[in-house]
């Protein structure tokens, strides 16, 4: 095997890592959370002014739950320690009330 052979099969392998997996990308502006004694249920949705949209919803035990929020608060520190503090959903629609009134 010739060197750009082999070069060209590294670059297959690493594709196929990158792009071998399916991953399916859901944005979500809103939320619900659920408790029972055994797991969490996070319930993220898709909400537009006619209604949701979509949902997708993840059950995890309380363990994980533990985990994704402190990943979740590490994650939010870092970003305001390089973007300001971020302002609540309630603050950021009072501020867009105030620019364009209640539509």
């Excluded at 985990?67 to 501020?95: F, P």
Aim: glycine fraction near 4%.
């Amino acid at each position: 095997m010739d060197e750009n052979e082999r070069l060209n099969v590294e670059l297959n392998k690493s594709n196929d890592y990158i792009f071998g997996e399916s991953y399916e990308i859901f944005y979500a502006n809103a939320l619900d959370v659920q408790v029972s004694i055994t797991d969490l249920m996070v319930d993220f949705k898709q909400h537009t002014p006619s209604g949701f949209l979509s949902n997708k919803k993840i059950i995890m035990n309380p363990s994980l739950a533990k985990q994704l929020n402190k990943a979740l608060e590490q994650a939010l520190s870092q970003y305001e320690n390089m973007h300001g503090t971020i302002k609540d959903i309630d603050t950021l629609q009072n501020e867009m009330s105030k620019i364009y009134g209640d539509e």
